[in-house]
Antibody
C-alpha cells in the first residue's frame, strides 16, 4: 500500500526557511515525479515544483528564486525548502506522486499547515 | 505562461447533470496533460479525471471529461449528482515545453 508521509515545522517566523520532507512507503522511488503543491487558507491549489528520482527539478516561476526541492533516493524521501517566508506563505503544503504515463497524480501526502507569524 | 479559467461556482440539484469548464488562455490545450481534481472540505485532493477523459479506478462513471479544441477548453461533467459530489473541483494542465504545472482557480460545486 503506497503512502506518502510528510513532516516539518508548522510555525515559522518571517524571513525563516520552510523545510518539509515527504517519505514514500510501499512503492519504488524511480519512475515517478514527486511534487509539492500548496493551498492558502480558503484559496486554490498552487503548484510549487517537482523533482524526479535522478534529481532533475523544475519550479513555479513565481517561487523559483526561493524554492529548492531535493531528493534522497536511499531513504525514498524528497524535501522542500522555501526561503525567506512571509505571511503570504501560510498554507497547507502537500506532497504528491505523479505517474509519468499516463500523466496523473495518484497519491498525496496528508498535508502540513505552515503558519508564519512573528 | 498560460492560465486556466474556471467558473467560481456552480450549483445544481441532486440527480441532475452539471458541467464545469476550464479554458486555457494561451497555447493549445493538450488532452494528455489535463487532470481534474476533487477536493471535499477538509480533505486532500483526489484525481477524478486524467488525460482529459480517463477515470482512475474507483471513480464512478458519473464523472466524465472532454476537450473542445475550438474553445481551447476542457470540461468535467458529473451526471446523476449526489450530495457527496459537493466539493471544489480544480483543472490542471502542463506547459509541455517546460513541464511546469498550472492549476485553474477552482470551482465550488453545490448540490442542493
Amino acid at each position: 500500500q503506497v503512502q506518502l508521509q510528510q513532516w516539518g515545522a508548522g510555525l515559522l517566523k518571517p524571513s525563516e526557511t520552510l523545510s518539509l520532507t515527504c517519505a514514500v512507503y510501499g512503492a519504488s522511488f524511480s519512475g515517478y515525479s514527486w511534487h509539492w503543491i500548496r493551498q492558502a487558507p480558503g484559496k486554490g491549489l498552487e503548484w510549487i515544483g517537482q523533482i524526479n528520482h535522478s534529481g532533475s527539478a523544475s519550479y513555479n516561476p513565481s517561487l523559483k528564486s526561493r524554492v529548492t526541492i531535493s531528493v534522497d533516493t536511499s531513504k525514498k524521501q524528497f524535501s522542500l525548502k522555501l526561503s525567506t517566508v512571509t505571511a503570504a506563505d501560510r498554507a497547507v503544503y502537500y506532497c504528491a506522486r505523479v505517474v509519468a504515463a499516463p500523466l496523473h497524480a495518484d497519491y498525496w501526502g496528508q498535508g502540513t499547515l505552515v503558519t508564519v507569524s512573528s | 505562461n498560460f492560465m486556466l479559467t474556471q467558473p467560481h461556482s456552480v450549483s445544481e440539484s441532486p440527480g441532475k447533470t452539471v458541467t464545469i469548464s476550464c479554458t486555457r488562455t494561451s497555447g493549445n490545450i493538450a488532452s494528455n496533460f489535463v487532470q481534474w481534481f476533487q477536493q471535499r472540505p477538509g480533505s486532500v485532493p483526489t484525481t477524478v479525471i486524467y488525460e482529459a477523459k480517463q477515470r482512475p479506478s474507483g471513480v464512478p462513471d458519473r464523472f466524465s471529461g472532454s476537450i473542445d479544441r475550438s474553445s481551447n477548453s476542457a470540461s468535467l461533467t458529473i451526471s446523476g449528482l449526489k450530495t457527496e459530489d459537493e466539493a471544489d473541483y480544480y483543472c490542471q494542465s502542463i506547459d509541455s515545453s517546460t513541464d511546469l504545472w498550472v492549476f485553474g482557480g477552482g470551482t465550488k460545486l453545490t448540490v442542493l
